[in-house]
Structure formats: structure tokens, C-alpha cells
């Protein structure tokens, strides 16, 4: 009698970098909330939601925890924004937080924002600035953005050319500066306009940014004796284990180091305001997760009542528990971190 084979399923790039997390020597972060009696995490409230508009993007940029670039395909469609807007009109949300890749070169952004301007949310674009030079069809995006009164927020890695262009290709910084003064032309930045613009600060490498005020009065004032650019805040975000960054980690022989880092880090008020407690994170293709990093590694939400716009139930949402793994480490080493800058 033949022996059955057993047919061995390979793991996909999610389950590869969770199972590489996983198996690092060191607490698990459900360990660490459980001895500060945060386990089950659960939500505050839910007040954001963000949306990534698909995985397209004109560049690629060495951090990158979504692996975007020009040649991915996955984009939403009109009918998933048509779902969002029914859900956002569910809840009590107050600002929605357009995300990609690059969403702006999703073919109905212009479209989707229209719709959620007329539902008098707060509307925050994540730009990456270059993508307002790359082509004449998007020269406008400034006055659109101030039109709507978008909130922009856009990553600046350092002041310079040698290292901005080094994390996300060359030629970008001196896009990101055109794109800058493009923004402050229409009013973007300059006191009293009611018009935002922040940056983004991500290290450069294997370590933790440091303190985001100190860090703020040096772009701001380098950039406006350089370059006459303004603008609002600068947010310091830590660099989360998760797609090209953990790949990094892993191939200069870093991540061992990182993790360490990381996990001494671990400040139990930043764990307290981690920002998946009052933001719901929906992929292109409509599902739902705890925030933009567990989507990343297909860790859906906990409750499978809710896990789609096509079932979305905000009391379930508001009572799930939320799912932790390791790379949740990363936005709670030190001073916090979450697509708002620090949280404590």
C-alpha cells in the first residue's frame, strides 16, 4: 500500500516575515503588554481611517514597509471607495487618511476625495511629494490639495541630497524641494493659511530617530535658510520591521541588533497610545486590519464577523481585540511611534 504524501503549502511573504519575527530570542510583545495589563489590547475609539488607495507609486524607496514601486498593479476601484463611504458614514470617524503606494495615482483619487470633502471630514493625503513633478497631469495637485483642504503629509528623510537620495533614489531630493516650494506657493506652510504640510523623518538605518522636536528645529531651520521652504510640523517615525526594512535588517546582518534595540525600548506609555487603538487600516481590496503594519503582513482583525467593508460593523470593530505580533515593538520603543510622530 503507497504511503500518502502530505503536500507541504510554501509559506507566502507575510507568513515568512512573521515566522522570521517569531522566532527571534526575545519577550514576545503579548508577553510585554500582559505584564503591564494592556493584554487584551483594545480599541479607544475609532477616529481614523486609512485607507491605502493601492500599491502604485513612482518610486522606490529602500524603507518602503508596503514594497511599493511602479510595477505593482494592485489598485482600488470606484466600486471599494463606493464600500468606504458607505462605512465611513457608519461611524463617527473625523479624519480619513488616503494612503498608497502613491494615491494620488490611483485613477479615481481626485473622485474619492471629492466624496469625502462633501462628508466634512478631515482629509490627510500621504504625498511623497516627488509625485507632483513627475508628470504634468499632476502639476496641479497643490491647488486640488489646497481646494480641499487636504492635509499633507510627505516624507523627507534628511535635509541633503546625499541622504535622502540614498533611502529613496536619486534625483528625489531635489523633487521633494521643487514640490515643497510648489506647496508653500499656494499657501501650504505659511503661518495663518489654515493650509498643512508635514514631513516625515524615518532613520536612514538600523537605529531609532532621535528626539522629534530637536529634530524638527533643525529641517525647519536648514530648509528655510537653504531653500525659503516652511512647513508645520516634522514627525519621527521608527522604522517597523515589516517587508523591505526587516529585509535590510536581515541581509546586513542588523536585525538581531535592531530588535535588541527595539525591544529595551519598550516604554509602557507609548504602548498605552499606540495609534491601532482609534484607527481602522483598509486595504485596496477592502479588507480590514488593526493599522497599515498588520495589513502588510495579512494579520486581519481578530473578529470574523467585520473583516471586510462588505460586512463592516462598527460595534464589533470598537470591541475587537487587537492583533500583536513583534514587529508592534517598533511603535513602542521610546518616545512612540505612529503616522503622527511620537505619542508620549
Not at 115 to 137: D, F, M, Q, W, Y
Not at 199 to 223: D, I, R, T
Request: hydrophobic fraction near 40%; proline fraction near 5%.
Amino acid at each position: 500500500m503507497k504511503s500518502l504524501k502530505v503536500q507541504q503549502h510554501p509559506l507566502s511573504p507575510a507568513q515568512r516575515q512573521i515566522e522570521t519575527l517569531e522566532q527571534s530570542a526575545f519577550t514576545p510583545f503579548a508577553e510585554k503588554l500582559d505584564l503591564i495589563g494592556l493584554l487584551p489590547l483594545k480599541p479607544t475609539h475609532l477616529d481614523i481611517f486609512q485607507i491605502n488607495m493601492g500599491k502604485m507609486c513612482n518610486q522606490v524607496c529602500k524603507h518602503c514597509h508596503v514594497d511599493a514601486g511602479p510595477d505593482r498593479k494592485e489598485i482600488m476601484t470606484r466600486d471599494m471607495m463606493e464600500l468606504c463611504l458607505i462605512a465611513i458614514r457608519k461611524t463617527s470617524v473625523t479624519t480619513i487618511d488616503l494612503t498608497g503606494g502613491a494615491p494620488e495615482m490611483n485613477p479615481d483619487f481626485r473622485w474619492f476625495v471629492e466624496e469625502l470633502s462633501a462628508l466634512g471630514k478631515k482629509i490627510i493625503v500621504r504625498c511623497n511629494l516627488t509625485i507632483i513633478v513627475a508628470n504634468p497631469k499632476y502639476n496641479d495637485l497643490p491647488d486640488f490639495f489646497k481646494k480641499h483642504q487636504i492635509e499633507v503629509v510627505s516624507s523627507l528623510p534628511y535635509f541633503t541630497a546625499i541622504k535622502t537620495d540614498s533611502q529613496r533614489g536619486e534625483g528625489v531630493f531635489e523633487k521633494s524641494i521643487k514640490a515643497l516650494k510648489m506647496l508653500n506657493e499656494v499657501g501650504y506652510g505659511i503661518e495663518g493659511s489654515n493650509l498643512i504640510i508635514n514631513l516625515v523623518y524615518n532613520p536612514a538605518g538600523a537605529f531609532l530617530p532621535a528626539a522629534q522636536h530637536a529634530l524638527e528645529l533643525e529641517f525647519k531651520l536648514k530648509l528655510w535658510k537653504q531653500y525659503g521652504i516652511v512647513f508645520n510640523s516634522l514627525f519621527a517615525i521608527t522604522n517597523i520591521p515589516v517587508n523591505r526594512f526587516l529585509n535590510y535588517l536581515i541581509t546586513s546582518n542588523n536585525y538581531e541588533g535592531y530588535m535588541e534595540k527595539l525591544v529595551n525600548a519598550f516604554n509602557p506609555g507609548a504602548a498605552a497610545g499606540v495609534m491601532c487603538r482609534n484607527t481602522i487600516s483598509v486595504s485596496w481590496d477592502g479588507y480590514l486590519y488593526d493599522c497599515d503594519f498588520n495589513q502588510m503582513l495579512e494579520l486581519n482583525v481578530s473578529t470574523p464577523l467585520s473583516r471586510h467593508l462588505s460586512d463592516f460593523n462598527t460595534e464589533i470593530l470598537e470591541n475587537r481585540n487587537i492583533v500583536v505580533n513583534e514587529h508592534c515593538y517598533g511603535c513602542t520603543a521610546g518616545a512612540g511611534s505612529s503616522c503622527g510622530g511620537t505619542t508620549v
